[in-house]
């Protein structure tokens, strides 16, 4: 990240002096260390549309604009993650001039689904967090559907001391752009679709499953290999054990002789403590089926 001046610090004291700031500028920018995976002998080519490259997200939150700019860094880091991926790659801005590219094996399009965040006053004042959830398709050289990756990226960055927290929010955000890259390089190549690429061979459409036949149950099954987000406390599980005393059985009454009474059921352990729910940096949102990093 870019250092923080005196200049742009005395500017954010006076918003705040002044009422707060009404617009937080989100510019996630970092470096990635060098990926220690081994390319597989491919030539793939990979599309980023104008749309993706220039993606935005805005929301407003108590009077607080908030404008997240992610295409710029997105592309930037796809560009750096496929070169590590694969022996040759070619970048395209549509799918339209990859498939005309001669010796493709595969195409690949990450796009940005969803951007959440939770500013460090929504988490308790001790950190903000980001969670980014992208969606890469993968098509036949010819263009025609192969496969749907997901991932979810998560990060999170310190607590603003002083500011609108715009630069807490950029470090969370690029943390999670780095996370999503980090499962991609480390899971893509186990996947199925990854091994005719291994092999140095083109990438076959996926044949479409009948609506109701087995194949298309199973392809409705998810995968979920997701990461636990970054400096979330961690939950102790606690439980209490019951009590080890026997139940007391009523004494048979002399005469005449009783039937003795059933013995009463064991106590029941103490209920377990509710679990905690999900941190503002996870989705729950309903996704369609794909495979998933």
């Known amino acids: 990240m870019k250092p923080v001046t005196h200049l742009s610090l005395g500017l954010a004291a006076a918003c705040l002096v002044l009422g707060g700031c009404a617009k937080v500028l989100i510019r996630p920018e970092g470096e990635l ?12 080519a990979v599309v980023v549309t104008s749309e993706t490259a220039n993606y935005t997200h805005k929301e407003s939150r108590a009077s607080v604009d ?62 903000c967090a980001v969670t980014i959830r992208y969606q890469i398709l993968i098509y036949a050289p010819d263009g025609q559907p192969v496969d749907t990756l997901t991932l979810t990226g998560y990060g999170s960055g310190p607590a603003p001391k002083i500011g609108n927290g715009e630069e807490e929010l950029g470090i969370a955000t690029y943390a999670a752009m780095r996370d999503a890259a980090a499962k991609f390089l480390t899971q893509f190549q186990g996947l199925d679709v990854a091994k005719p690429l291994l092999a140095s061979q083109p990438l076959q459409p996926k044949a479409q499953p009948l609506p109701g036949s087995p194949e298309a149950a199973a392809a409705e099954a998810v995968v979920a290999i997701e990461a636990v987000p970054i400096n979330d406390p ?6 209490t054990t019951p009590s080890s005393a026997p139940a007391s059985v009523p004494q048979a009454s002399p005469s005449p002789p009783a039937t003795p009474a059933p013995a009463p059921a ?27 990093l």
Request: aromatic share 8%; charged share 20%; no cysteine.
């Open 66 to 127: 908030y404008e997240a700019s992610l295409g710029p860094e997105h592309k930037h880091l796809v560009e750096e993650v496929f070169h590590a991926e694969f022996a040759d790659v070619r970048m395209f801005d549509s799918l339209d001039a990859a498939r005309a590219e001669a010796g493709v094996l595969a195409i690949f399009e990450p796009r940005i689904e969803q951007y959440s965040f939770a500013s460090a006053k929504e988490t308790g004042g001790t950190y």
């Open 33 to 44: 260390p060098k990926p220690l995976v081994v390319a597989a002998p491919a030539k793939v």
């Open 234 to 239: 961690p939950v102790v599980a606690t439980t």
């Open 266 to 292: 064991p106590t029941a352990p103490a209920s377990q403590p509710p679990a905690p729910s999900a941190p503002p940096s996870q989705m729950r949102a309903p996704y369609p089926a794909t495979t998933s």
